[in-house]
Nanobody, 127 residues
């Protein structure tokens, strides 16, 4: 059983930055891949980024490459999403998620791969 709590959301102007953080209760945090998803009103939940368990390899959806950076601190059981050059289309509720199973790049972009989800944090980017 893993509890995930997101924080760091807020309102920023286009071009600004935000840093989201997800705190996990799991003591074996290193065994979980950690992902970030987002969901805007009326839209399906969308993959944003993921970081692997042991190697720290990252993967991003094309729309955020070069702007967002996912990282993890295994000692503190946290995963972070640094968001730069924010655009209005980045506006959404952002969710962190944890997965315990190995998977290909394609599979780890799907919501079904993840075992646990946080409650989300709102990110609003004004134009």
């Amino acid at each position: 059983q893993v509890q995930l709590v997101e924080s760091g959301g807020g309102l920023v102007q286009a071009g600004g930055s935000l840093r989201l953080s997800c705190a996990a209760s799991e003591r074996t945090f290193r065994a979980y891949a950690m992902g970030w998803f987002r969901q805007a009103p009326g839209k399906e939940r969308e993959f944003v980024a993921v970081i692997s368990r042991s190697t720290g390899i990252t993967y991003y959806t094309d729309s955020v490459k070069g702007r967002f950076t996912i990282s993890r601190d295994n000692a503190k059981n946290t995963v972070t999403l640094q968001m730069n050059s924010l655009k209005p289309e980045d506006t959404a509720v952002y969710y962190c998620a944890a997965a315990s199973r190995p998977a290909s790049t394609v599979i780890m972009t799907t919501t079904l791969w993840y075992d646990y989800w946080g409650q989300g944090t709102q990110v609003t980017v004004s134009s």
